[in-house]
């Protein structure tokens, strides 16, 4: 019908034509889905990274890949089902601070065992972050700097040098080094070298840390050298059982803790789960400390079925014989590691011992432990001058 005189043509009111309002109305649509998308993208970025398992034949070039450990900005992220974990215990190695965590396939538990690692499923990730706090590009050596939660781990405050990964196939365990580079870490089969600045006591000093290769991470992990299969070293009942110290907010027992969200079963009473003690209490006993330390930085290999069980020098928890234990105990091979010295502890006369020569030197072909450290922990040395000036007898 035709328009009558007057009467306003609507293309005239809006002034603009279809055509353009069509291409406003696309616009806005799309704007929209651009915002939903936006409010998706934020909300995923709260939610903790989802663990990726990776078969042997596929393992990944970058850490964030697995999902268990993820930079977030100058913040770290612990994927989901990830949980930190501490051992009463830990295993030096130069002065590195370190945050444990577990990851369990959904659904599934490790079983209690009263002796030796905690009988995990496949699919499970043990993860070990070794980092330093620092101050102008300077790494400080102990303990300061951080409090044991992982949240307060920041690449600002934080040199993070590691991640190692062991992950549980269904023919044992494999062990990978992930070195960190910026905002990932990368897989360094063969090792890495890593020098730095470190602060150790009131001094600075050159440490050349170093990443163990894949082979020798066995040199430690497997526990049982005739097998020749790695194993956990820290996820044991006795090193597992006590508090987490970065998780104030819920204390209780690590043990407890794993068996009331599902992750344990089997786990018996406290009171009959065995118990590292923590070497560096005071309140512990002195023999009880230096046992402990012993154990937890040497046992893995001086064992009765060890790499170094040809030795006779056997220092894990469970030997209680005096002479394994190293009590006027003669060398079976001497040589320079032995600092000419005639037992491995000469009670009454740490000077005299070659436990303490070998702990107290950084020389690659005397010290011990051999691998792990290239640095002497002097706060253990000590501890095991004092326990063996305690000991009654003499080897004469």
């Known amino acids: 019908m035709p328009r009558e005189r007057g009467t306003p043509d609507r293309r005239q009111t809006t002034g603009h034509p279809p055509a353009v309002r069509m291409t406003r109305r696309r616009s806005r649509a799309a704007a929209l889905v651009l915002t939903a998308l936006a409010a998706i993208a934020l909300v995923g970025c709260s939610r903790a990274p989802t663990v990726q398992f990776h078969d042997a034949a596929n393992y990944p070039e970058r850490l964030s890949e697995w999902g268990v450990l993820v930079r977030d900005g100058d913040g770290y992220r612990l994927g989901e089902d990830v949980r930190p974990y501490e051992i009463n215990s830990a295993l030096f190695t130069d002065y590195a601070l370190k945050l444990r965590a ?21 699919g499970s990730i043990i993860s070990k972050t070794f980092f330093y706090p620092q101050a102008q590009g300077v790494a400080i050596a102990g ?26 196939q269904e023919h044992g365990w494999d062990a990978l080094p992930y070195v960190w580079d910026g905002d990932d870490a990368y897989l360094r089969v063969t090792g890495a070298l890593q020098p730095m600045r470190l602060l150790l006591a009131g001094n600075e000093i050159d440490l050349p840390y170093i990443v163990p290769t894949r082979n020798e991470c066995a040199g430690c992990h497997a526990t049982d050298h005739d097998a020749g299969t790695l194993q956990p070293i820290g996820v044991q009942a006795r090193h597992l059982n006590g508090e987490y110290p970065g998780n104030p907010g819920n204390p209780g027992n690590q043990l407890e803790a794993w068996q009331a969200r599902g992750a344990l079963t089997g786990l018996p009473l406290l009171v009959d789960v065995p118990k590292t003690p923590n ?16 154990d937890i930085n040497c046992g893995h290999c001086h064992n009765a079925v060890g ?18 234990l190293g009590f006027c105990k003669r060398p079976i091979a001497a040589g320079r590691g032995s600092g000419g010295h005639n037992y491995s502890i000469a009670p009454g006369e740490p000077d005299a011992s070659i436990m303490i020569f070998r702990m107290a030197t950084s020389d690659p072909g005397m010290r011990m432990p051999e691998l792990g450290r290239s640095l002497v922990h002097a706060e253990a040395v000590e501890l095991l001058r004092e326990w063996v000036a305690s000991l009654p007898g003499s080897c004469v």
């Open 143 to 168: 303990n300061g700097g951080w409090s044991g939660n992982p949240a307060d781990l920041d690449a600002s405050a934080h040199r993070v040098v590691e991640t190692r990964l062991l992950v549980r």
């Open 307 to 324: 790499a170094a069980a040809t030795s006779g020098l056997l220092l894990d928890t469970a030997t209680t014989d005096l002479r394994q």
């Open 102 to 122: 577990v990851y369990l396939p959904p659904g599934t538990a490790a079983a209690y065992r009263p002796d030796g690692p905690l009988d995990l499923p496949v």
């Open 279 to 294: 070497w560096e209490d005071p309140a512990t006993p002195l023999q009880a400390r230096a046992r402990a330390y012993l």
